[in-house]
């Protein structure tokens, strides 16, 4: 199955969900961002890494590295391998002792760990086709990479927050297609707008009411 590089391209506070953020990778050598909703926890173990800046005593995402860095054991890749009722899927490729060993994990807490690591992040092509978000070569040429319009995170606005629980989709009825249309009206719109927070928000709106 064809593997995709993606790259961190930005972070921010999501705005309907209180204390979540909204990573966002992009295809490294294409124009689709794949917008995924995190906890708090994870966006923080994020942007510490990618801001360098070092705790006083080391962090779950850190303890994770030094224990596998102690025995040996490294990250090679780590791979969005699926994505089913709106619920993404990771796999960490790892290698120890000669053997390649892919473990389960959730996406937020893959990147960071990956980011750690400083190995690449890849995503399975099928699940970018399915959940990616296209924009145009000029709006890509202005987005700046890890974090905010001034690239920087705002480690302030990150809070203690549970992660999100995802609803099972729900089938779809007719009492559900006008809902759906106005849905995919407003993801048009957040798209032109670059709201990518929302517009990942819609679509997993969409596919929920789908059943996709």
């Not at 145009?136 to 203690?160: H, M, P, Q, R, T």
Request: charged share 30%; proline share 4%.
């Amino acid at each position: 199955m064809k593997k995709i590089r993606l790259d961190i391209i930005g972070l921010s506070s999501s705005h309907s969900h209180n204390g979540h953020y909204a990573l966002v990778l992009g295809e490294s050598n294409g124009n689709r961002r794949l917008p995924i909703i995190i906890g708090s926890p994870e966006a923080q173990a994020i942007a510490l890494e990618l801001e360098n800046i070092k705790t006083n005593r080391p962090m779950t995402h850190d303890l994770i590295f030094n224990i596998s860095k102690h025995f040996d054991i490294s990250l090679v890749e780590i791979i969005i391998n699926d994505l089913q009722e709106g619920i993404f899927y990771a796999r960490l490729v790892m290698e120890w002792g000669g053997n390649i060993h892919e473990i389960d994990s959730r996406p937020s807490d893959a990147v960071a760990i990956g980011v750690r690591f400083k190995v690449p992040i890849y995503c399975y092509e099928s699940v970018l086709d399915e959940a990616g978000i296209i924009i145009d070569e000029s709006e890509a040429e202005e987005e700046s990479v890890y974090g905010d319009d001034e690239g920087e995170f705002d480690l302030a606005k990150i809070e203690s927050s549970d992660p999100i629980e995802e609803e099972a989709p729900a089938p779809t009825s007719s009492a559900n297609v006008d809902r759906i249309e106005k849905l995919k009206k407003k993801l048009d719109e957040a798209l032109a707008g670059e709201d990518y927070e929302a517009a990942a928000r819609l679509r997993d709106e969409i596919n929920r009411l789908t059943g996709e």
